[in-house]
């Protein structure tokens, strides 16, 4: 979701209006995403490499988010979806770690769209994280699954569609292991102008695209 920032500095106003307005946008590709039953959704809201930001964003940032949950819950709660976390939230205040862990018990018994929020995320710790877990509960060399069972994404389906807004054609640190095979759509529209019509070309990006995983498949 990149482009928070700019949209707002475009309309002179502090970056914080930026990421508010960015929260519209997640409420529409929400409706639009279990409209189209799309099964998991995972927005990437604060990266690791997020806190070297000026602390007044970063506190901006934390507020809106506790904000977010107590005005939403409901909301998520009555449209069936289920509220999981990518991320180490132990560095986040008490309060707001107490508000995201009811988040995540609240909604865990939904049955509809499966919402991850990767917060205070980065695929590289992940990664290690996923390998020393795993290198404590086995001895000999580790295995694919005995990795992907250790990730924040355990139980999950690898990512089928990776979109990024704002125009750069990166990953940043974003489930490096889950998108092996994941289809990638850039689009340049910040975030904040995201709409229900740029999500739906992405889904039909995707739907146009053959998957191949590696194999002849349509060559032949
Ligand atoms: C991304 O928007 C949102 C978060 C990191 C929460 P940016 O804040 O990176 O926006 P730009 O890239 O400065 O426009
Ligand atoms: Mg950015």
Do not use: C
């Not at 707002?8 to 307005?21: D, E, T």
């Not at 990266?47 to 901006?60: A, D, F, V």
């Not at 889950?178 to 039909?204: G, H, R, V």
Request: aromatic letters at 10%; a positive charge.
């Amino acid at each position: 979701m990149d482009g928070n920032g700019r949209w707002a500095k475009k309309r002179l106003l502090p970056r914080i209006a930026g990421h508010k307005k960015g929260l519209d946008s997640i409420g529409v590709i929400i409706k639009s995403a279990i409209n189209y039953n799309v099964s998991t959704a995972t927005l990437y809201a604060f990266s690791t490499e997020n806190w070297n930001r000026p602390s007044e964003e970063i506190n901006g940032l934390m507020e809106l988010f506790s904000d977010a949950i107590d005005s939403q819950t409901d909301k998520l709660i009555t449209n069936d979806i289920r509220v999981r976390i990518l991320g180490d939230i132990s560095i986040f205040t008490n309060k707001l770690q107490s508000k995201i862990k009811s988040l995540i018990k609240k909604t865990s018994i939904n049955k509809g769209l499966n919402l991850n929020i990767a917060l205070n995320y980065g695929a590289r710790s992940e990664i290690i994280m996923a390998v020393n877990k795993a290198s404590k509960s086995k001895t000999g060399a580790l295995l694919e699954k005995d990795l992907t069972g250790n990730l924040y994404t355990k139980d999950m389906p690898d990512v089928d569609l990776l979109i990024r807004t704002g125009g750069q054609k990166r990953l940043s640190n974003f489930l490096l292991w889950q998108i092996a095979y994941s289809e990638l759509y850039f689009i340049d529209t910040l975030w904040p102008d995201f709409s229900d019509k740029d999500f739906i070309d992405a889904l039909y990006f995707f739907q146009n695209t053959e998957r191949k995983f590696g194999n002849l498949k349509g060559n032949i």
